[in-house]
């Protein structure tokens, strides 16, 4: 029984061992994925910068140690069935066959008896040391513990995200709201009403929580996505009012980072249709049309005709929005979500989509939102140049939300400021 509890114990260290050893397997695996993936997409400009050599190391290396990680797991395996059998081989078999023995020279059994009492040893020895035996198998179950500990973590975040929905407000209120991310990032908003049928300009330098701030408010929506990633804290300090109220739960988000899904038509991702040949011919020309005038209206492809846009967005891309300049995927984008839909969303969060378009475009996508989105809330990140301390009035926009300091609060603009 001593050797028995060893053993278990023994099991379950490797057993934990070898838990540990294939998670980092698979983070190597999915890491080493993605990074061949995008350094292939990206073959011309390493080469351009003259960083294939160095992408090659990092190939190499990344190689190196998923086989190092892979061997060590194989060798633990094979370990532990070679000890296994040695252990029932050498220990347990002939510790019966004692046992019996030493039944029979005193007698206790008969020749006929052997059979019945050496099921009867195994089974009393498999019954008290049952616990003892699963220990491989519990550390097993630790390891999936760990990981429900961790989701349960990210969804109790996810609820303590006060939001209501109150379909007669005319604007967006969050009151005493609080986030952090890490040490870094530690941001309160007091009491902030952002008004139905105005844009703000969300200013701020890097990093103070800007785009952190969109993440929650999306996570408001209908869709209810996860909160962002690294959220460290969200509370709401102690008062009946805290929370966020929201005019609508209907909420689009212009993210930095735009997806579009491989090996695709871009006709059907802009409808949000799995494949062209399972719409309607008549609402295929319909919503063709529409996209036409959308891009030719927002200068999508200055040389091309708008004619042959649909023509081309018909035929199946392997990375459409990777092919497309930033300006050109942010123009697609605002097409799908926004000037595709019968109205506009109620609430629209624009992070840095305006960034990458040039002056006139930037003119003309602006103009189309304020005249589309005149009756929604508008949230766009804005950068204020070296030289530019507020946001200038009478353009596309209205008021800003300003981050400074660990606050997030409306000031104003440069000739109209806040006034409390």
């Known amino acids: 029984m001593g050797l028995d509890f060893v053993r278990a114990k023994a099991f379950a260290h490797l057993t934990s061992r070898m838990e540990k050893l294939n998670r980092e397997i698979q983070e190597l695996a999915s890491r080493r994925s993605n990074m061949e993936q995008h350094d292939t997409e990206s073959a011309e400009i390493l080469q351009r910068v003259g960083a294939s050599s160095f992408a090659e190391v990092q190939w190499r290396l990344r190689a190196r140690h998923l086989q190092d990680k892979f061997l060590r797991l194989q060798a633990l395996r094979l370990f532990r069935g070679f000890v296994d059998t040695l252990y029932i081989q050498d220990f347990v ?61 990210r969804l109790k975040n996810r609820t303590r995200l006060r939001c209501k929905v109150d379909s007669g407000a005319s604007a967006m209120q969050v009151r005493n709201l609080s986030y952090s991310r890490g040490s870094q990032l530690q941001v309160r908003l007091g009491s902030v009403s952002l008004e139905a049928g105005k844009a703000y300009a969300v200013t701020g330098c890097n990093g103070c929580g800007k785009s952190t701030l969109f993440g929650l408010l999306a996570a408001c929506g209908k869709h209810q996505p996860e909160l962002p990633a690294g959220i460290d804290q969200l509370y709401f300090e102690d008062s009946f009012l805290a929370g966020v109220t929201l005019p609508s739960d209907e909420i689009a988000e212009i993210p930095q980072k735009l997806y579009c899904p491989l090996f695709t038509e871009p006709m059907a991702w802009m409808f949000g249709h799995h494949s062209l040949k399972a719409m309607r011919a008549e609402d295929l020309e319909s919503l063709e049309s529409q996209v036409q005038h959308f891009l030719a209206e927002l200068d999508f492809r200055p040389s091309a005709s708008a004619a042959d846009i649909p023509i081309d967005l018909r035929a199946v891309k392997d990375d459409w929005y990777g092919k497309l300049s930033g300006g050109q995927r942010s123009k697609a984008e605002l097409v799908r979500q926004i000037f595709l839909q019968k109205q506009c969303p109620q609430i629209l969060l624009i992070d840095e989509a305006l960034g990458p378009l040039d002056a ?18 508008i949230l766009a990140i804005h950068h204020l140049d070296a030289h530019t301390h507020c946001v200038a009035p009478g353009g596309f926009f209205d008021d800003n939300l300003h981050f400074g300091k660990g606050e997030a609060s409306v000031v104003g603009t440069c000739e109209v400021p806040k006034t409390e």
């Open 93 to 153: 078999a002939p510790g019966i066959e004692i046992a019996i023995a030493y039944l029979l020279q005193f007698q206790q059994i008969t020749a006929v008896d052997i059979w019945v009492y050496t099921r009867v040893v195994e089974d009393a020895q498999n019954t008290l040391l049952v616990r003892f035996r699963r220990e491989a198998a519990l550390a097993t179950v630790k390891t999936n513990v760990e990981r429900l500990q961790a989701l349960s973590k």
């Open 360 to 377: 006139q475009s930037k003119v003309l996508v602006q103009r189309k939102l304020k005249a589309f989105c005149n009756q929604s809330l």
